[in-house]
């Protein structure tokens, strides 16, 4: 299992006020249920090739991750610290959003040395 790098030439920003927005629907117990709404918010905007890409939070964060440190087992650690869920199922959501990025050439798996 190699570490995971954003491809170098994908322009992407931040979209700061949105992922405050996603953030405070989460993190709110009197806004429970509107979380689904908080998992379509686009936080993370990624230009390639003339195509934009919108990402929600998770999807945000697991760009954010894959700066070519971490492998799949150190981003899902490091997503568990951030949210509060169960372990199998953020890896299978992580296995499949990887395989997408990757499948897009967004994201590059290195190969271990």
Do not use: Y
Request: glycine share 10%; proline share 2%; aromatic share 4%.
């Amino acid at each position: 299992m190699g570490k995971l790098m954003r491809n170098p030439s994908v322009n992407w920003r931040v979209e700061t006020h949105r992922e405050e927005k996603a953030l405070e629907i989460l993190l709110d117990p009197e806004r429970e249920g509107e979380d689904g709404e908080a998992g379509t918010v686009g936080t993370v905007t990624l230009l390639s090739d003339g195509v934009m890409h919108q990402l929600n939070l998770i999807g945000g964060e697991i760009w954010k991750l894959c700066d070519g440190s971490r492998d799949r087992n150190g981003i899902l650690d490091s997503l568990l610290q951030i949210f509060a869920a169960d372990r199998q199922t953020v890896k299978e959501d992580l296995d499949e959003f990887l395989s997408d990025m990757i499948n897009r050439g967004l994201i590059h798996e290195c190969e271990e040395r």
